[in-house]
């Protein structure tokens, strides 16, 4: 420990390395639930690449497991420490280095925050699509971690969209650059693209170059409200299949709708099984909203309301951003799913999971990129109550058990993991596991960056899948 | 040889393993000029996902190199044979298997044609947005093999934007799938778009899920003459810069509309240095289009005509498409290149390949993505006169470098193959060559597929890098 502290301090500040426990046992966990997280030996806060390459010769030396952190609000467990680790925290690398309108792209360091990104490429008329819930809180460098999703995917796609080049520490501190500056590129194997999504355990990123788009025009909104979730989602098949590309397209079940009120007083209607919410983002929004909302009533909406403007619009976006927070204060802890389905099999994995609530007799709000396909079932339980506990992580994975059953996947973009570690290999299967073990070999073989996530591999310091806490 | 191809015949119809030398001789290449081509010991042209595990695991019984070709409309040499290897043609695996407007999915075999595709998906409405130049012969798995891009990717990306999911066989035989049929999904490492550009190095695809999007209206282009590259450059720069999101935006030098005008009498205006073409296929582009025109118009356009209609705008795609099989004409031999720089060096790149064309006597003609900043200088040249011969391949050369020192990349969109292999190392840098030829040995232990293609490794049956024929 003397020793590891002592080395690292060589090529840090003194301020950049922090050992008391008080201190690095703040850094110990992301915000996922059901997650073991173990004790950092020390936390590191490079600020420049150079640092980054130092802590990962250090770590390669001695042999010390290193766990890079950005915000530590993902949802997987990816980011918690395991015991004895190095915590290479990203955050004080937080520059955007350039903005590049007639490139369309931006230059930056890993901690900067999403939403500064996108405040600061909006003064220059243009947009970074991807918008995790937590974009006022977590960082680029986290979102590329776990290909972060978010509301724009059903028209903007993922983070894995945005990212045209990488530059990388691998483990033994050698710097790789990925990728290119450019519109296109397809020289060699896609290493960028193999970064994503890979959570800290294939190398660390320190500087990225995201394709950025024109702003587009502020969205219009309207919501409809249905008798059933069933209901909602025929009217969300419709409007897929009717070719049109809403901005936003948003499903909120009952539970959800009235945890929101509950919170913020918004005066959503609180009789509705489930709320649709589409946006559209295009010049003339107007014949689009109004074909939707035919396509609603016709699937058997109640109710459809069009937002005024864009005010509105804005403040029902607001409400669907506030879910989570909302159904968190429902019951002392949460478990947010993350299960991509088919389109079609939506209304079979709203209905599954309300089965499972009642099967349990758990309260499992529902908020879902509908648009996606992509639900988060939002189980809410008392950790204290053993049986309530145990009941919970069930239901959890009930939920991925019936995801996979309708042909979807366990993540849609929240990440594997500790959470999902298991769960990975039944979805992947033997060969693609075998694949991947190959390929975290290749970049890591001795199995030192963020030991234990995403999969295990041979010799690497893995904590294991958790029980439940 | 006899054990080859009888093995070969114990998994596949007699029909299907051709080894008479005057037909497997045909299988020997793709559109690259400049690439060294061997004599397959068999041709092999499966029609089943079994087919292909029992074709390559009797190549790795018997240490066989397998080069598996799609439409060879390439132009890096990546489906060129290697003397006494089975070639692999993919295109009787043609099946559309499926369309599905609510997922917004096609799941095909990799020897459907591009354009096939393009038009079976138009009758749901939908459209599968990646279309090179050969999209009327090339095949899904070519495009995939070689991350293709063409006409659309300044406003739909390239062809790793469309593949969601992938069942590849591997060299050994067994089957991969990876990725997914939904909207989103970020289970594990992206073994996905791992494969997409890796030229038949990795493995073999015998299945691809891909996105598709509702077609857009049809396009309206417009045409504008400027008296030097750079003052169209400039404009292109201006459109980009403010936000304009063009269907299409591409360039024609003179040499190049002179071409077209001799190839098929379109009338394009002869005197002018480069002409710009930009399309919008937006409900209404009219706003647009204006705005583009007084665009062209500041940066120094002598003429701007727009067109009266979809026909008319179909007509000057039409005259783009035919820029390479015109320049094809002005000489016995072509050498197509496939730099990409950012847009703001898109002016020094036109001027540095005319000075490149000058200093060396030769006609390249340049059309160009401009949009994307993707060139294709095609240097013409008479492969019978070794002067001309050497001085083309070295401007070839000189192209690839200069767009290197620009912040640019060797391969836009066509790949690396055999042309560029030497380019790619100095492109990527020593790292990432490392780590790639890690990857490859992950998939492909033995060497076997597609040797010598993209990268050399260490073992693998490599043909080595070409001299000029």
Not at 156 to 168: F, H, N, P, R, S
Not at 195 to 204: A, I, K, N, T
Request: charged share 20%.
């Amino acid at each position: 420990m003397g020793d590891l502290t002592e080395l690292l301090r060589e090529g840090l500040p003194a301020e950049a390395v922090l050992t008391d426990p008080d201190v690095t046992g703040s850094y110990g966990r992301d915000m996922a639930g059901f997650c073991a997280a173990g004790a950092p030996a020390v936390v590191v806060l490079p600020r420049t690449v150079e640092q980054v390459q130092h802590v990962l010769r250090t770590a390669t030396a001695l042999r010390v497991p290193v766990v890079p952190q950005g915000a530590r609000t993902g949802l997987s467990g990816a980011a918690n420490a395991t015991d004895g680790c190095i915590v290479l925290s990203l955050v004080k690398m937080d520059r955007i280095l350039e903005i590049d309108p007639v490139e369309r792209i931006a230059v930056v360091e890993p901690g900067v925050v999403n939403a500064v990104l996108s405040r600061a490429v909006a003064e220059h008329g243009l947009c970074y699509p991807p918008d995790p819930s937590s974009w006022e809180q977590c960082t680029i460098g986290g979102n590329i971690g776990t290909a972060s999703g978010g509301l724009c995917c059903v028209k903007y796609g993922v983070t894995a969209e945005y990212v045209l080049g990488l530059d990388v520490v691998l483990a033994d501190g050698r710097l790789l650059t990925t990728g290119r500056r450019t519109a296109k590129g397809v020289a060699g194997y896609d290493l960028t693209r193999l970064f994503v999504g890979s959570e800290g355990s294939l190398g660390v990123v320190v500087r990225a170059v995201l394709a950025l788009r024109p702003a587009p025009p502020a969205q219009l909104a309207l919501a409809a409200e249905f008798p059933s979730a069933a209901a909602a989602c025929e009217a969300v098949r419709q409007i897929m299949a009717r070719g049109h590309a809403p901005s936003l397209l948003e499903l909120m079940d009952r539970t959800c709708v009235q945890a929101v009120n509950s919170l913020a007083k918004m005066g959503l209607p609180e009789t509705t099984e489930a709320l649709l919410l589409a946006a559209f983002d295009t010049p003339d929004p107007a014949p689009d909203l109004a074909a939707v909302a035919a396509l609603c009533t016709d699937a058997g909406a109640t109710e459809v309301v069009p937002a005024e403007d864009a005010a509105e619009s804005d403040l029902l976006l607001e409400a669907r951003r506030l879910a989570l927070p909302a159904l968190e204060r429902l019951r002392p802890a949460t478990m947010i799913d993350d299960v991509c389905v088919p389109r079609s099999q939506l209304a079979a994995m709203l209905e599954g999971t309300a089965a499972i609530a009642r099967a349990h007799d758990l309260t499992i709000g529902v908020c879902a990129h509908a648009g996606d396909g992509n639900t988060h079932p939002v189980v809410c339980f008392d950790p204290a109550d053993p049986d309530e506990a145990r009941r919970a992580r069930a239901s959890f994975e009930e939920i991925m058990a019936l995801g996979l059953e309708l042909g979807g996947t366990i993540t849609g973009e929240h990440g594997v993991g500790l959470l999902k570690k298991e769960w990975l290999a039944r979805e992947a299967g033997p060969v693609a596991m075998e694949v991947q073990r190959g390929i975290k070999a290749v970049f890591d073989p001795l199995g030192l960056l963020n030991p234990g996530k995403v999969l295990d591999v041979p010799g690497d310091h893995s904590i294991g899948f958790p029980a439940a806490t």
